[in-house]
């Protein structure tokens, strides 16, 4: 099975910039999705295909995916992104399936 | 605004069955592949079984596989699960969200406690 990889935490401070990143064996290759998820709260898609953000999330958060890396870059965090972020692939294998990242706790200092 | 409502979750023993439902408005339910997930307390996302548009093609995750039964009724905009032979590991919040490849509107989840 395809397996993806956060890390377990990341930590910055307000107004600098934060990278999440997502390993998975030639990821590249795949599409992916980044969810953020506040506590107590359901996720929400806040990335989807690589680079492309839904209507209502805000320009600072951008994607990109290369090689066996794909990474979320938030610009300019402000408390309000502290989170929960998984990202996520469609897989097409032996069978099909959806899968999950971890999932990266960002905490802005 | 779409809208995704799960209900039927609770506190079951170990055996047991569950149903699970998710009823969807202000989209085009008939049209909309559709997602559950799961997320066992304090951990992470994992994904449960997918329903194509029309219903025909299905998946499920290997931990629910031969236990599970994911169902659509699109002439009452619902999605349902059948969780039969439920484990203690089976406990989480269920989310139902629309799409498959990318989930782009989820529900609340309805919290599903397997124990004895």
């Known amino acids: 099975s395809f397996v993806l990889t956060q890390p377990p935490s990341v930590s910055v401070a307000p107004g600098k910039t934060a990278r999440l990143t997502c390993g998975g064996n030639?990821?590249?290759?795949?599409?992916v999705n980044w969810y953020q998820q506040k506590p107590g709260q359901a996720p929400v898609l806040v990335i989807y295909y690589d680079s492309d953000r839904p209507s209502g999330t805000p320009e600072r958060f951008s994607g990109s995916n290369s090689g066996n890396t794909a990474t979320l870059t938030i610009s300019r965090v402000d408390a309000g992104d502290e989170a929960d972020y998984y990202c996520?692939?469609?897989?097409?294998?032996?069978?099909?399936?959806?899968?999950f990242g971890g999932g990266t706790k960002l905490t802005v200092l | 605004e779409v809208q995704l409502v799960e209900s039927g979750g609770g506190l079951v023993q170990p055996g047991e069955s569950l149903r699970l439902s998710c009823t969807a408005s202000a989209f085009s339910f008939s049209s909309s592949e559709m997602t559950w997930v799961r997320q066992a307390p304090g951990k992470g996302l994992e994904w449960v079984s997918y329903?194509?548009?029309?219903?025909?093609?299905?998946y499920y995750g290997d931990s629910v596989k031969g236990r599970f039964t994911i169902s659509r009724d699109s002439a009452k905009n619902s999605l349902s699960l059948q969780m039969n032979s439920l484990r203690v590991e089976d406990t989480a919040i269920y989310y139902c969200a629309r799409g498959g490849s990318k989930l782009d509107h989820w529900g609340q989840g309805t919290l599903v406690t397997v124990s004895s």
């Open positions: 996520q692939v469609w897989h097409s294998g032996n069978d099909h399936s959806v899968v």
């Open positions: 329903i194509s548009s029309g219903g025909g093609t299905i």
């Open positions: 030639n990821i590249g290759s795949k599409s």
